[in-house]
Nanobody, 118 residues
């Protein structure tokens, strides 16, 4: 089964930037050429929400709260997806996960913690 491993989170001040990475392993082909993919985030006590998605063809979509600040991208040859996060706000604090844009992979990874604080 394909595994997705998130990394790149950390502690950043408001207005700062981070770049998250999602690497697909245990796959004979690039999952990013088969499925639309997405970045999700989860605040403790709340449901995961999809914040950014990218289609097989590179078409992107964002939830309104991150539009203009986050950029999703991918490198199919490296089996890696990225989330460039600029102008971070305290409300962006969450654990960030990757999955297909429909949450098709049953096993979620550990995610990567993003904390935005002064």
């Amino acid at each position: 089964q394909v595994q997705l491993v998130e990394s790149g989170g950390g502690l950043v001040q408001p207005g700062g930037s981070l770049r998250l990475s999602c690497v697909a392993t245990r796959t004979p082909r690039s999952i990013f050429t088969i499925f639309a993919m997405g970045w999700y985030r989860q605040i403790p006590g709340k449901e995961r929400e999809l914040v950014a998605a990218i289609s097989r063809f590179g078409r992107t979509n964002y939830t309104d709260s991150v539009k203009g600040r986050f950029t999703i991208s991918k490198d199919n040859t490296k089996n890696t997806m990225y989330l460039q996060m600029d102008g971070l706000k305290p409300e962006d604090t969450a654990v960030y996960y990757c999955n297909t844009a429909h949450g098709s992979l049953a096993s979620w990874g550990q995610g990567t913690q993003v904390t935005v604080s002064s």
